[in-house]
Protein backbone atom coordinates (compact mmCIF):
# COMPACT_ATOMS: atom_id res chain seq x y z
CA UNK A 1 0.00 0.00 0.00
CA UNK A 2 1.29 3.68 -0.74
CA UNK A 3 1.89 5.92 1.79
CA UNK A 4 -0.17 8.49 2.96
CA UNK A 5 2.31 11.16 1.89
CA UNK A 6 2.65 9.50 -2.00
CA UNK A 7 0.40 10.03 -4.66
CA UNK A 8 -1.40 7.04 -5.39
CA UNK A 9 0.05 5.09 -8.33
CA UNK A 10 -2.94 5.87 -10.35
CA UNK A 11 -2.80 9.09 -9.99
CA UNK A 12 1.40 9.37 -10.56
CA UNK A 13 0.45 7.65 -13.60
CA UNK A 14 -2.32 9.88 -14.78
CA UNK A 15 -0.01 13.00 -13.98
CA UNK A 16 2.90 11.28 -15.97
CA UNK A 17 0.68 10.78 -19.09
CA UNK A 18 -0.80 14.00 -19.23
CA UNK A 19 2.38 15.56 -18.49
CA UNK A 20 3.97 13.50 -21.69
CA UNK A 21 0.73 14.50 -24.01
CA UNK A 22 0.63 18.00 -23.49
CA UNK A 23 4.67 18.29 -23.91
CA UNK A 24 4.03 16.26 -27.19
CA UNK A 25 1.57 19.17 -28.02
CA UNK A 26 4.21 21.85 -26.93
CA UNK A 27 6.32 20.41 -29.09
CA UNK A 28 4.37 20.59 -31.79
CA UNK A 29 3.39 23.90 -31.25
CA UNK A 30 7.10 25.69 -30.45
CA UNK A 31 9.36 23.71 -33.53
CA UNK A 32 12.62 24.75 -33.45
CA UNK A 33 14.05 27.61 -35.78
CA UNK A 34 16.18 27.33 -38.91
CA UNK A 35 16.71 31.29 -39.05
CA UNK A 36 18.76 33.31 -37.85
CA UNK A 37 17.14 34.17 -34.89
CA UNK A 38 16.95 30.41 -34.33
CA UNK A 39 18.49 31.64 -30.88
CA UNK A 40 15.08 33.11 -29.49
CA UNK A 41 13.49 29.70 -29.96
CA UNK A 42 16.39 27.33 -28.74
CA UNK A 43 15.58 29.87 -25.34
CA UNK A 44 11.98 29.14 -25.76
CA UNK A 45 11.98 25.64 -25.90
CA UNK A 46 15.13 24.93 -23.45
CA UNK A 47 12.80 26.79 -20.86
CA UNK A 48 9.44 25.36 -22.39
CA UNK A 49 10.43 21.41 -22.69
CA UNK A 50 13.07 20.82 -20.64
CA UNK A 51 10.79 18.96 -17.33
CA UNK A 52 8.33 20.49 -15.29
CA UNK A 53 5.45 18.43 -13.82
CA UNK A 54 2.92 20.16 -15.93
CA UNK A 55 0.48 20.41 -13.14
CA UNK A 56 -1.64 23.09 -14.43
CA UNK A 57 -2.40 21.21 -17.53
CA UNK A 58 -3.05 18.29 -15.76
CA UNK A 59 -6.14 20.62 -14.16
CA UNK A 60 -6.96 21.25 -17.48
CA UNK A 61 -6.91 18.29 -18.93
CA UNK A 62 -9.16 17.22 -15.81
CA UNK A 63 -11.15 19.88 -15.80
CA UNK A 64 -12.06 19.09 -19.24
CA UNK A 65 -12.99 15.85 -18.82
CA UNK A 66 -15.72 16.36 -16.85
CA UNK A 67 -17.66 17.96 -19.72
CA UNK A 68 -16.72 15.03 -22.09
CA UNK A 69 -14.35 17.73 -24.16
CA UNK A 70 -12.16 16.92 -27.42
CA UNK A 71 -8.47 15.96 -25.48
CA UNK A 72 -6.96 17.36 -28.87
CA UNK A 73 -8.89 20.73 -27.74
CA UNK A 74 -7.54 20.95 -23.57
CA UNK A 75 -4.26 19.76 -24.56
CA UNK A 76 -3.47 22.88 -26.70
CA UNK A 77 -5.38 25.24 -23.90
CA UNK A 78 -3.25 23.17 -21.72
CA UNK A 79 -0.08 23.57 -23.85
CA UNK A 80 -0.84 27.60 -23.67
CA UNK A 81 -1.55 27.44 -20.12
CA UNK A 82 2.08 26.14 -19.83
CA UNK A 83 3.73 28.43 -22.19
CA UNK A 84 2.13 31.53 -20.04
CA UNK A 85 3.78 29.41 -16.75
CA UNK A 86 7.08 29.19 -18.30
CA UNK A 87 7.22 32.69 -19.38
CA UNK A 88 6.83 33.80 -16.04
CA UNK A 89 9.51 31.61 -14.62
CA UNK A 90 11.60 32.39 -17.03
CA UNK A 91 11.20 36.15 -16.09
CA UNK A 92 10.95 35.32 -12.25
CA UNK A 93 14.58 33.65 -12.48
CA UNK A 94 16.48 37.14 -13.73
CA UNK A 95 18.61 38.85 -11.62
CA UNK A 96 16.84 41.58 -11.20
CA UNK A 97 13.72 39.33 -9.98
CA UNK A 98 14.42 36.30 -8.08
CA UNK A 99 18.61 35.92 -9.31
CA UNK A 100 17.80 32.15 -9.75
CA UNK A 101 20.90 30.26 -11.11
CA UNK A 102 19.27 26.93 -11.13
CA UNK A 103 15.39 26.04 -12.52
CA UNK A 104 14.64 22.19 -11.89
CA UNK A 105 17.91 21.53 -11.75
CA UNK A 106 19.49 22.96 -14.55
CA UNK A 107 21.12 26.69 -15.16
CA UNK A 108 17.84 29.05 -15.74
CA UNK A 109 17.20 30.46 -18.76
CA UNK A 110 19.58 34.06 -18.27
CA UNK A 111 22.50 31.24 -17.19
CA UNK A 112 22.10 29.16 -20.04
CA UNK A 113 21.69 31.53 -22.73
CA UNK A 114 21.60 35.66 -21.42
CA UNK A 115 19.70 38.05 -19.63
CA UNK A 116 18.48 39.45 -22.91
CA UNK A 117 17.94 36.24 -24.74
CA UNK A 118 15.75 35.49 -21.49
CA UNK A 119 13.63 38.53 -21.58
CA UNK A 120 12.68 37.34 -24.86
CA UNK A 121 11.81 34.39 -25.16
CA UNK A 122 10.02 35.23 -21.90
CA UNK A 123 7.76 37.67 -23.95
CA UNK A 124 7.94 35.64 -27.51
CA UNK A 125 6.28 32.21 -25.04
CA UNK A 126 3.61 34.90 -23.73
CA UNK A 127 2.27 36.08 -27.64
CA UNK A 128 2.21 32.38 -28.37
CA UNK A 129 0.18 31.30 -25.67
CA UNK A 130 -2.37 34.11 -27.32
CA UNK A 131 -2.02 32.72 -30.75
CA UNK A 132 -3.09 29.20 -29.51
CA UNK A 133 -6.06 29.89 -28.27
CA UNK A 134 -7.47 32.34 -30.98
CA UNK A 135 -6.62 29.79 -33.38
CA UNK A 136 -9.88 28.12 -34.42
CA UNK A 137 -8.36 24.73 -33.51
CA UNK A 138 -8.52 25.28 -29.76
CA UNK A 139 -12.23 25.42 -30.52
CA UNK A 140 -14.38 25.86 -33.19
CA UNK A 141 -17.04 28.62 -31.42
CA UNK A 142 -15.04 31.97 -31.50
CA UNK A 143 -17.06 33.27 -28.29
CA UNK A 144 -14.92 30.07 -26.24
CA UNK A 145 -11.47 31.16 -27.57
CA UNK A 146 -12.68 34.74 -26.61
CA UNK A 147 -13.46 33.98 -23.46
CA UNK A 148 -10.36 31.29 -22.94
CA UNK A 149 -8.14 34.66 -23.88
CA UNK A 150 -10.13 37.00 -21.84
CA UNK A 151 -10.00 34.94 -19.00
CA UNK A 152 -6.39 33.84 -19.48
CA UNK A 153 -5.04 37.93 -20.18
CA UNK A 154 -6.70 38.81 -16.67
CA UNK A 155 -4.90 35.94 -14.65
CA UNK A 156 -1.76 36.82 -16.44
CA UNK A 157 -1.78 40.04 -16.17
CA UNK A 158 -1.70 43.43 -13.86
CA UNK A 159 -4.50 42.02 -11.88
CA UNK A 160 -3.26 38.77 -11.99
CA UNK A 161 -0.13 36.80 -11.82
CA UNK A 162 2.32 40.33 -12.64
CA UNK A 163 0.20 41.82 -9.92
CA UNK A 164 1.22 38.95 -7.18
CA UNK A 165 4.59 39.20 -8.12
CA UNK A 166 4.84 43.18 -7.82
CA UNK A 167 3.15 42.00 -4.11
CA UNK A 168 6.11 39.44 -3.92
CA UNK A 169 8.40 41.98 -4.68
CA UNK A 170 7.31 44.48 -2.46
CA UNK A 171 6.92 42.03 0.36
CA UNK A 172 11.24 41.83 0.61
CA UNK A 173 10.98 44.84 2.24
CA UNK A 174 7.82 45.72 3.48
CA UNK A 175 6.04 43.40 6.41
CA UNK A 176 2.96 41.95 4.98
CA UNK A 177 0.17 40.47 7.42
CA UNK A 178 -1.54 37.19 6.61
CA UNK A 179 -4.34 38.80 4.61
CA UNK A 180 -2.10 40.34 2.21
CA UNK A 181 0.13 36.99 1.61
CA UNK A 182 -2.65 35.08 0.65
CA UNK A 183 -4.00 38.17 -2.14
CA UNK A 184 -0.25 37.80 -3.14
CA UNK A 185 -0.56 33.89 -3.73
CA UNK A 186 -3.77 34.34 -4.83
CA UNK A 187 -2.84 36.46 -7.72
CA UNK A 188 0.60 34.85 -8.49
CA UNK A 189 -0.40 31.09 -8.48
CA UNK A 190 -3.98 31.24 -7.58
CA UNK A 191 -5.22 32.82 -11.39
CA UNK A 192 -3.42 30.41 -13.24
CA UNK A 193 -4.82 27.79 -11.17
CA UNK A 194 -8.19 29.04 -11.85
CA UNK A 195 -7.91 29.63 -15.27
CA UNK A 196 -6.87 26.10 -15.28
CA UNK A 197 -9.53 24.94 -13.53
CA UNK A 198 -12.37 27.10 -15.68
CA UNK A 199 -10.47 26.33 -19.32
CA UNK A 200 -12.77 22.92 -19.00
CA UNK A 201 -15.52 24.35 -18.12
CA UNK A 202 -15.02 27.56 -21.03
CA UNK A 203 -14.29 24.77 -23.12
CA UNK A 204 -17.47 22.31 -22.46
CA UNK A 205 -19.46 25.37 -22.16
CA UNK A 206 -20.89 24.95 -18.96
CA UNK A 207 -23.09 27.10 -16.71
CA UNK A 208 -21.90 29.57 -14.43
CA UNK A 209 -22.62 27.31 -10.96
CA UNK A 210 -20.18 24.74 -12.51
CA UNK A 211 -18.06 27.20 -13.47
CA UNK A 212 -17.84 28.82 -9.98
CA UNK A 213 -17.28 25.61 -8.29
CA UNK A 214 -14.35 24.89 -10.62
CA UNK A 215 -12.59 28.19 -9.80
CA UNK A 216 -13.33 27.87 -5.64
CA UNK A 217 -11.77 24.62 -5.95
CA UNK A 218 -8.82 26.10 -7.95
CA UNK A 219 -7.97 29.10 -5.88
CA UNK A 220 -8.71 27.12 -2.23
CA UNK A 221 -5.93 24.83 -3.68
CA UNK A 222 -3.61 27.36 -5.22
CA UNK A 223 -3.40 28.44 -1.67
CA UNK A 224 -3.10 25.21 -0.29
CA UNK A 225 -0.23 24.21 -3.59
CA UNK A 226 1.74 28.09 -2.25
CA UNK A 227 1.40 27.07 1.64
CA UNK A 228 3.38 23.70 0.94
CA UNK A 229 5.85 25.37 -1.50
CA UNK A 230 6.40 27.71 2.00
CA UNK A 231 6.92 24.75 3.76
CA UNK A 232 9.01 22.85 1.32
CA UNK A 233 11.30 25.80 1.07
CA UNK A 234 12.19 25.67 4.42
CA UNK A 235 12.18 21.29 4.99
CA UNK A 236 12.75 19.81 1.01
CA UNK A 237 15.55 18.17 0.20
CA UNK A 238 17.21 20.41 -2.50
CA UNK A 239 17.91 17.37 -5.01
CA UNK A 240 14.02 16.51 -5.02
CA UNK A 241 13.20 19.97 -5.64
CA UNK A 242 16.01 21.22 -8.12
CA UNK A 243 15.98 24.60 -5.81
CA UNK A 244 18.26 25.61 -3.13
CA UNK A 245 16.46 25.61 0.68
CA UNK A 246 15.31 28.88 2.52
CA UNK A 247 15.35 30.89 -0.92
CA UNK A 248 12.32 32.77 0.97
CA UNK A 249 14.32 33.34 4.42
CA UNK A 250 17.30 34.58 2.41
CA UNK A 251 15.44 37.09 0.34
CA UNK A 252 13.95 38.01 3.59
CA UNK A 253 10.32 37.19 1.75
CA UNK A 254 7.16 37.29 4.19
CA UNK A 255 5.82 33.41 3.50
CA UNK A 256 3.13 31.49 5.50
CA UNK A 257 5.53 29.81 7.55
CA UNK A 258 7.19 32.77 8.17
CA UNK A 259 3.94 34.31 9.74
CA UNK A 260 2.20 31.17 10.99
CA UNK A 261 5.06 28.98 11.74
CA UNK A 262 5.24 25.33 9.85
CA UNK A 263 2.74 23.57 12.06
CA UNK A 264 0.33 26.21 11.72
CA UNK A 265 0.64 26.52 7.63
CA UNK A 266 0.59 22.55 7.74
CA UNK A 267 -3.01 22.93 9.15
CA UNK A 268 -3.77 25.75 6.64
CA UNK A 269 -3.32 23.89 3.86
CA UNK A 270 -5.14 20.74 5.06
CA UNK A 271 -7.99 22.75 5.53
CA UNK A 272 -7.81 24.69 2.82
CA UNK A 273 -7.60 21.38 0.69
CA UNK A 274 -10.58 20.11 2.22
CA UNK A 275 -12.91 23.04 1.50
CA UNK A 276 -11.42 22.64 -2.17
CA UNK A 277 -12.94 19.10 -1.98
CA UNK A 278 -16.11 20.40 -0.32
CA UNK A 279 -16.58 22.69 -3.79
CA UNK A 280 -16.73 19.81 -5.86
CA UNK A 281 -19.16 18.54 -4.65
CA UNK A 282 -21.59 19.16 -7.74
CA UNK A 283 -19.56 16.93 -9.69
CA UNK A 284 -20.22 13.82 -7.22
CA UNK A 285 -17.68 10.94 -8.13
CA UNK A 286 -16.90 12.54 -11.14
CA UNK A 287 -14.23 14.63 -9.54
CA UNK A 288 -12.51 11.77 -7.77
CA UNK A 289 -9.07 12.48 -9.49
CA UNK A 290 -9.29 16.29 -8.91
CA UNK A 291 -9.59 15.66 -5.32
CA UNK A 292 -7.22 13.09 -5.08
CA UNK A 293 -4.98 15.77 -6.73
CA UNK A 294 -6.10 18.24 -4.12
CA UNK A 295 -4.28 15.88 -1.34
CA UNK A 296 -1.49 15.02 -3.68
CA UNK A 297 -0.77 18.76 -3.87
CA UNK A 298 -0.58 18.93 0.01
CA UNK A 299 1.55 16.13 0.18
CA UNK A 300 4.20 16.08 -2.42
CA UNK A 301 7.85 16.24 -1.30
CA UNK A 302 9.15 18.30 -4.18
CA UNK B 1 3.27 76.65 -47.42
CA UNK B 2 4.54 74.54 -45.23
CA UNK B 3 7.77 73.43 -45.57
CA UNK B 4 7.93 70.14 -47.91
CA UNK B 5 9.92 68.31 -45.23
CA UNK B 6 7.16 69.36 -42.63
CA UNK B 7 3.95 67.33 -42.66
CA UNK B 8 0.81 69.48 -43.82
CA UNK B 9 -1.08 71.55 -41.01
CA UNK B 10 -4.07 68.82 -41.67
CA UNK B 11 -2.32 65.98 -41.44
CA UNK B 12 0.08 67.41 -38.14
CA UNK B 13 -3.26 68.43 -36.49
CA UNK B 14 -4.96 64.68 -37.38
CA UNK B 15 -1.97 62.85 -35.79
CA UNK B 16 -2.07 65.22 -32.91
CA UNK B 17 -5.75 64.67 -32.67
CA UNK B 18 -5.89 61.05 -32.99
CA UNK B 19 -3.16 60.83 -30.47
CA UNK B 20 -5.28 62.75 -28.04
CA UNK B 21 -7.91 60.37 -28.43
CA UNK B 22 -6.42 57.23 -28.17
CA UNK B 23 -4.65 58.23 -24.82
CA UNK B 24 -7.96 59.40 -23.66
CA UNK B 25 -8.93 55.35 -24.14
CA UNK B 26 -5.94 54.09 -22.68
CA UNK B 27 -6.43 55.93 -19.93
CA UNK B 28 -9.81 54.35 -19.48
CA UNK B 29 -8.38 50.94 -20.10
CA UNK B 30 -5.58 51.68 -17.56
CA UNK B 31 -6.93 53.23 -14.65
CA UNK B 32 -4.81 53.88 -11.92
CA UNK B 33 -4.60 51.21 -8.67
CA UNK B 34 -5.36 51.89 -5.37
CA UNK B 35 -4.25 48.23 -4.29
CA UNK B 36 -1.03 47.55 -2.24
CA UNK B 37 0.72 46.19 -5.89
CA UNK B 38 -0.29 50.03 -7.76
CA UNK B 39 3.03 50.29 -8.37
CA UNK B 40 3.21 48.50 -11.03
CA UNK B 41 0.22 50.63 -12.19
CA UNK B 42 2.06 53.81 -11.80
CA UNK B 43 4.82 52.07 -13.80
CA UNK B 44 2.47 50.60 -17.07
CA UNK B 45 0.89 54.44 -17.14
CA UNK B 46 4.08 55.87 -16.41
CA UNK B 47 5.16 54.21 -19.71
CA UNK B 48 2.32 54.17 -21.49
CA UNK B 49 0.70 57.79 -20.91
CA UNK B 50 3.51 59.62 -21.02
CA UNK B 51 3.92 61.13 -24.24
CA UNK B 52 4.57 59.47 -28.08
CA UNK B 53 3.61 60.26 -31.47
CA UNK B 54 1.24 57.51 -31.53
CA UNK B 55 1.66 57.02 -34.91
CA UNK B 56 1.02 52.92 -35.17
CA UNK B 57 -2.81 54.04 -33.54
CA UNK B 58 -2.93 56.34 -36.03
CA UNK B 59 -2.96 53.69 -38.91
CA UNK B 60 -5.76 51.79 -37.03
CA UNK B 61 -7.58 54.85 -37.42
CA UNK B 62 -6.82 55.77 -40.56
CA UNK B 63 -6.71 52.16 -41.90
CA UNK B 64 -10.77 51.27 -40.06
CA UNK B 65 -11.81 55.02 -41.48
CA UNK B 66 -11.54 52.86 -45.20
CA UNK B 67 -14.15 50.82 -43.68
CA UNK B 68 -16.56 53.04 -42.22
CA UNK B 69 -15.68 51.45 -38.65
CA UNK B 70 -16.89 52.63 -35.48
CA UNK B 71 -14.33 54.72 -33.77
CA UNK B 72 -15.30 53.85 -30.25
CA UNK B 73 -14.25 50.26 -32.04
CA UNK B 74 -11.06 51.11 -33.81
CA UNK B 75 -9.80 53.49 -30.41
CA UNK B 76 -9.40 50.45 -28.61
CA UNK B 77 -7.41 48.28 -31.27
CA UNK B 78 -4.84 51.17 -31.34
CA UNK B 79 -5.03 51.62 -27.74
CA UNK B 80 -4.44 47.59 -27.21
CA UNK B 81 -1.54 47.62 -30.08
CA UNK B 82 0.00 50.84 -28.45
CA UNK B 83 0.30 49.38 -24.98
CA UNK B 84 2.08 46.32 -26.56
CA UNK B 85 4.26 49.03 -28.54
CA UNK B 86 5.05 50.65 -25.26
CA UNK B 87 5.66 47.07 -23.51
CA UNK B 88 8.42 46.57 -26.09
CA UNK B 89 9.76 49.90 -25.29
CA UNK B 90 10.24 49.24 -21.73
CA UNK B 91 11.87 45.96 -22.62
CA UNK B 92 14.25 47.35 -25.03
CA UNK B 93 15.39 49.81 -22.50
CA UNK B 94 16.77 46.99 -19.88
CA UNK B 95 20.17 47.19 -19.05
CA UNK B 96 20.55 43.70 -20.70
CA UNK B 97 19.29 45.24 -23.65
CA UNK B 98 19.86 48.46 -25.15
CA UNK B 99 20.68 49.83 -21.56
CA UNK B 100 18.81 53.54 -22.04
CA UNK B 101 19.24 55.71 -19.58
CA UNK B 102 16.05 57.67 -21.13
CA UNK B 103 12.87 57.38 -23.11
CA UNK B 104 10.98 60.35 -24.90
CA UNK B 105 13.24 62.88 -23.16
CA UNK B 106 12.56 61.54 -19.69
CA UNK B 107 13.86 58.50 -17.46
CA UNK B 108 13.42 55.30 -19.23
CA UNK B 109 10.93 53.05 -17.05
CA UNK B 110 13.53 50.93 -15.03
CA UNK B 111 15.66 54.40 -13.75
CA UNK B 112 12.28 55.59 -13.15
CA UNK B 113 11.14 52.58 -11.28
CA UNK B 114 13.85 49.75 -11.06
CA UNK B 115 14.36 46.76 -13.42
CA UNK B 116 12.17 43.95 -11.73
CA UNK B 117 9.06 46.48 -11.85
CA UNK B 118 9.52 47.61 -15.19
CA UNK B 119 10.08 43.82 -16.59
CA UNK B 120 6.57 43.26 -14.46
CA UNK B 121 5.05 46.57 -15.95
CA UNK B 122 6.16 45.28 -19.78
CA UNK B 123 4.62 41.89 -18.97
CA UNK B 124 1.43 43.16 -17.65
CA UNK B 125 1.06 45.33 -20.73
CA UNK B 126 1.44 42.82 -23.08
CA UNK B 127 -1.46 40.78 -21.26
CA UNK B 128 -3.51 44.36 -20.73
CA UNK B 129 -3.62 44.13 -24.80
CA UNK B 130 -5.04 40.95 -25.75
CA UNK B 131 -7.56 41.55 -22.62
CA UNK B 132 -8.82 44.56 -24.39
CA UNK B 133 -9.05 42.58 -28.15
CA UNK B 134 -10.77 40.03 -26.38
CA UNK B 135 -13.49 41.84 -25.07
CA UNK B 136 -16.78 41.71 -27.06
CA UNK B 137 -16.46 46.24 -26.79
CA UNK B 138 -13.94 45.67 -29.75
CA UNK B 139 -15.96 44.33 -31.92
CA UNK B 140 -19.73 42.38 -31.78
CA UNK B 141 -18.22 39.40 -33.65
CA UNK B 142 -16.07 37.21 -31.76
CA UNK B 143 -14.70 36.08 -35.16
CA UNK B 144 -13.55 39.61 -35.65
CA UNK B 145 -12.03 39.84 -32.01
CA UNK B 146 -10.47 36.53 -32.57
CA UNK B 147 -8.45 37.41 -36.11
CA UNK B 148 -7.25 40.33 -33.90
CA UNK B 149 -5.86 38.76 -31.63
CA UNK B 150 -4.51 36.22 -33.73
CA UNK B 151 -2.64 38.60 -35.97
CA UNK B 152 -1.05 40.68 -32.80
CA UNK B 153 -0.24 37.55 -31.47
CA UNK B 154 1.83 36.67 -34.33
CA UNK B 155 3.04 40.10 -35.24
CA UNK B 156 4.30 40.46 -31.42
CA UNK B 157 5.77 37.31 -31.01
CA UNK B 158 8.90 35.00 -31.94
CA UNK B 159 7.95 35.24 -35.53
CA UNK B 160 7.34 39.07 -35.25
CA UNK B 161 8.85 41.74 -32.99
CA UNK B 162 10.35 39.76 -30.21
CA UNK B 163 12.40 37.71 -33.29
CA UNK B 164 13.34 41.08 -34.98
CA UNK B 165 14.68 42.24 -31.25
CA UNK B 166 16.41 38.72 -31.17
CA UNK B 167 17.92 39.33 -34.60
CA UNK B 168 19.40 42.96 -33.13
CA UNK B 169 21.30 41.90 -30.42
CA UNK B 170 22.71 39.04 -32.98
CA UNK B 171 23.72 41.92 -34.88
CA UNK B 172 26.09 43.73 -32.82
CA UNK B 173 28.40 40.84 -32.71
CA UNK B 174 27.56 39.30 -36.23
CA UNK B 175 28.02 41.17 -39.72
CA UNK B 176 24.26 41.38 -41.48
CA UNK B 177 24.24 41.64 -45.04
CA UNK B 178 21.13 44.50 -46.45
CA UNK B 179 18.96 41.07 -46.86
CA UNK B 180 19.02 40.21 -43.32
CA UNK B 181 19.07 43.64 -42.02
CA UNK B 182 15.62 44.83 -44.22
CA UNK B 183 14.15 41.36 -42.67
CA UNK B 184 15.20 42.14 -38.80
CA UNK B 185 13.48 45.51 -39.25
CA UNK B 186 10.49 44.20 -41.21
CA UNK B 187 10.14 41.71 -38.17
CA UNK B 188 11.20 44.34 -35.40
CA UNK B 189 9.09 47.15 -36.87
CA UNK B 190 7.10 46.27 -39.68
CA UNK B 191 4.88 43.10 -38.21
CA UNK B 192 3.04 46.09 -35.64
CA UNK B 193 3.31 48.16 -38.44
CA UNK B 194 1.47 45.89 -40.79
CA UNK B 195 -0.95 44.57 -37.76
CA UNK B 196 -2.12 48.68 -37.51
CA UNK B 197 -3.29 48.65 -40.99
CA UNK B 198 -4.91 45.18 -41.12
CA UNK B 199 -6.64 45.99 -37.98
CA UNK B 200 -8.90 48.17 -40.26
CA UNK B 201 -9.55 45.87 -42.78
CA UNK B 202 -10.24 43.10 -40.07
CA UNK B 203 -12.58 45.38 -38.21
CA UNK B 204 -14.36 46.46 -40.96
CA UNK B 205 -14.96 42.68 -42.43
CA UNK B 206 -13.27 43.23 -45.87
CA UNK B 207 -12.20 41.01 -48.47
CA UNK B 208 -8.30 39.59 -49.00
CA UNK B 209 -6.70 41.84 -51.47
CA UNK B 210 -8.11 44.84 -49.44
CA UNK B 211 -6.51 43.17 -46.71
CA UNK B 212 -3.20 42.21 -48.58
CA UNK B 213 -3.13 46.12 -50.22
CA UNK B 214 -3.01 47.55 -46.74
CA UNK B 215 -0.55 45.06 -45.62
CA UNK B 216 1.79 45.86 -48.11
CA UNK B 217 1.56 49.48 -47.83
CA UNK B 218 2.42 48.89 -44.52
CA UNK B 219 5.89 46.72 -44.73
CA UNK B 220 7.07 49.56 -47.12
CA UNK B 221 6.01 52.06 -44.84
CA UNK B 222 7.64 50.09 -41.97
CA UNK B 223 10.66 49.48 -43.78
CA UNK B 224 10.70 53.00 -44.83
CA UNK B 225 9.86 54.38 -41.31
CA UNK B 226 13.25 52.05 -40.11
CA UNK B 227 15.69 53.69 -42.53
CA UNK B 228 14.79 57.24 -41.60
CA UNK B 229 15.47 56.01 -37.69
CA UNK B 230 18.29 55.11 -38.65
CA UNK B 231 19.34 58.41 -40.63
CA UNK B 232 17.85 60.50 -37.64
CA UNK B 233 19.67 58.35 -35.27
CA UNK B 234 23.26 59.50 -37.44
CA UNK B 235 22.35 63.36 -37.85
CA UNK B 236 18.90 64.67 -36.07
CA UNK B 237 18.79 66.94 -32.61
CA UNK B 238 18.53 64.96 -29.47
CA UNK B 239 16.70 67.55 -28.16
CA UNK B 240 13.88 66.76 -30.77
CA UNK B 241 14.28 62.65 -30.68
CA UNK B 242 14.33 62.89 -26.69
CA UNK B 243 17.61 60.63 -26.98
CA UNK B 244 21.18 60.59 -27.80
CA UNK B 245 22.48 60.78 -31.55
CA UNK B 246 24.75 57.85 -32.70
CA UNK B 247 23.40 55.06 -30.59
CA UNK B 248 23.54 52.25 -33.06
CA UNK B 249 26.83 52.85 -34.02
CA UNK B 250 27.70 52.90 -30.33
CA UNK B 251 26.25 49.58 -29.63
CA UNK B 252 27.86 48.05 -33.13
CA UNK B 253 24.72 47.61 -34.98
CA UNK B 254 24.33 46.98 -38.65
CA UNK B 255 22.03 49.66 -39.67
CA UNK B 256 20.42 50.63 -43.42
CA UNK B 257 23.31 53.94 -42.93
CA UNK B 258 25.98 52.09 -42.40
CA UNK B 259 25.67 49.10 -44.62
CA UNK B 260 24.42 51.66 -47.40
CA UNK B 261 25.71 54.84 -46.46
CA UNK B 262 23.48 58.07 -45.87
CA UNK B 263 22.53 59.08 -49.51
CA UNK B 264 21.80 55.60 -50.40
CA UNK B 265 19.45 54.75 -47.51
CA UNK B 266 17.61 58.31 -48.46
CA UNK B 267 16.95 57.01 -51.94
CA UNK B 268 15.73 53.71 -50.60
CA UNK B 269 13.45 55.33 -48.09
CA UNK B 270 11.98 57.45 -50.70
CA UNK B 271 11.80 54.38 -53.02
CA UNK B 272 9.65 52.32 -50.23
CA UNK B 273 7.78 55.15 -49.82
CA UNK B 274 6.38 55.53 -53.15
CA UNK B 275 5.74 51.94 -53.60
CA UNK B 276 3.77 51.79 -50.14
CA UNK B 277 1.79 54.59 -51.44
CA UNK B 278 1.40 52.53 -54.99
CA UNK B 279 -0.45 49.75 -52.68
CA UNK B 280 -2.90 52.16 -51.86
CA UNK B 281 -4.27 52.08 -55.58
CA UNK B 282 -7.53 50.36 -54.29
CA UNK B 283 -8.88 52.75 -52.11
CA UNK B 284 -8.38 55.60 -54.68
CA UNK B 285 -8.57 59.07 -53.14
CA UNK B 286 -10.13 57.51 -49.94
CA UNK B 287 -6.48 56.05 -48.72
CA UNK B 288 -5.20 60.01 -49.26
CA UNK B 289 -4.58 60.32 -45.24
CA UNK B 290 -2.61 57.12 -45.44
CA UNK B 291 -0.41 58.41 -48.66
CA UNK B 292 -0.01 61.64 -46.98
CA UNK B 293 1.32 59.84 -43.71
CA UNK B 294 4.09 57.84 -45.33
CA UNK B 295 5.27 61.13 -46.80
CA UNK B 296 5.24 62.35 -43.72
CA UNK B 297 7.15 59.58 -42.20
CA UNK B 298 9.82 60.04 -44.34
CA UNK B 299 10.62 63.47 -43.66
CA UNK B 300 9.92 63.80 -39.97
CA UNK B 301 12.63 65.33 -37.63
CA UNK B 302 12.61 63.27 -35.07
Chains 1, 2 share one sequence.
Request: glycine share 6%; hydrophobic share 40%.
Amino acid sequence: MPSPREASPDLQKAITDTAAAVTKTMEHLLPESDMAESRLFDAMRYSAMGGGKRLRPFLVIQSAKLFNVDPTRAKRVAAALEFVHCYSLIHDDLPAMDNADTRRGKPSAHRKYDEATAILAGDALQALAFEILADNQTHEDPRVRCQLIATLAKAAGGHGMCGGQMLDLIGETEEFDIGTISRLQRLKTGMLMAFACEAGAILGKTDEPHRKALRNYAHDLGLAFQVTDDILDVEADPSMTGKPANQDEAAGKATFVSTLGKDQARMRAEMLVAQACRHLHPFADRADTLKKFAHYVLERRA
